[in-house]
């Protein structure tokens, strides 16, 4: 494989990795909105003033820590990972690691298999971030899933029988 189409590979992978990392960014905020809200129904029917029953607390305490459970991972899903590396003239904080002049020189006498290296390097860095983002979302996700009978179950139990 030429050079050319080095770069022309490693530039379209970078680019795929990059757009999955903005698709779990995405999810991230849907699941953390849906973790919210789900938090606060449960917030508004808190057993606080009248007896309660034990299925009722107990379906009311499996569903609050799943969803907090569930906000939590999507807070690491979506906590940023920036590790830095100094040769970069592609990732956005290689780059302000240097000042104008340095980071003028460096573009100006790098190579074509620099060039490449740190195509590669992005596109290895990208994809773990993309990873790990995905391990923690799925993670994320299950609880809500685990929450869903309990929720329904402490809702019921809270406001549906009052009707």
């Known amino acids: 494989m030429k050079d050319e189409e080095k770069i022309l590979f490693l530039e379209n992978n ?27 129904v449960l917030a508004a029917l808190a057993p606080v003033k009248e007896p309660s029953t034990i299925l009722g607390l107990t ?19 979506s906590f940023p990972r920036t590790k830095v590396h100094r040769d970069s003239i592609i990732y956005f904080r290689g780059i302000c690691t240097k000042d104008m002049k340095e980071y003028i020189n460096d573009v100006k006498k ?25 391990v923690w979302l799925q993670r994320a996700m299950m609880a809500i899933y685990l929450c ?16």
Do not use: N
């Open 110 to 134: 790098f190579t074509m298999e620099e060039y490449i290296d740190d195509l590669t390097r992005q596109c290895h860095r990208s994809a773990r971030i993309a990873t790990r983002k995905f």
């Open 59 to 77: 379906f009311w305490s499996m569903a609050s820590l799943f969803l907090v459970g569930s906000l939590l991972m999507t807070t690491f899903a």
């Open 148 to 163: 869903i009978l309990p929720w329904a179950g402490a809702i019921y139990i809270f406001y549906g029988c009052k009707i």
């Open 14 to 40: 970078l680019t795929r990795l990059l757009s999955e990392i903005h698709a779990a960014e995405a999810r991230v905020r849907t699941l953390s909105a849906i973790s919210i809200a789900m938090l606060g």
